[in-house]
């Protein structure tokens, strides 16, 4: 069973930083592509920023330049880290894998509120 559990947000201000955790379980880190997903109130969930098995990265023209993906194989975490945070990052933030994806499985997602 593939379980992710999204944590670190909180409430910061704009221009501000912010470090989000993806743990994962297994081997889903060594041998699935992870992404981070975004969905603000009345907005559809986007996708943000992703990382494959062999440590290719990609990102969101939203977002690149200011957020950056990470791993910790011996955490089994996937890390977002958000810098230069503006009001409409805001969101619900969410980690999910391609299984995950084909299967409608998400988690509780962790919430991200930036003040101006």
């Known amino acids: 069973q593939e379980q992710l559990v999204e944590s670190g947000g909180g409430s910061v201000q704009a221009g501000g930083s912010l470090r989000l955790s993806c743990a994962t379980s297994g081997n889903i880190l060594s041998v699935s592509y992870v992404a981070w997903f975004r969905q603000a109130p009345g907005k559809q969930r986007e996708w943000v920023a992703g990382i494959s098995s062999g440590g290719n990265i990609n990102y969101a023209a939203s977002v690149k330049g200011r957020f950056t993906i990470s791993r910790d194989y011996a955490k089994k975490s996937v890390y977002l880290q958000m810098s230069s945070l503006k009001p409409e990052d805001a969101a619900v933030y969410y980690c999910?894998?391609?299984?995950?994806?084909?299967?409608?499985?998400w988690g509780q997602g962790t919430q991200v509120t930036v003040s101006s």
């Open positions: 999910n894998t391609p299984m995950g994806l084909k299967r409608g499985t």
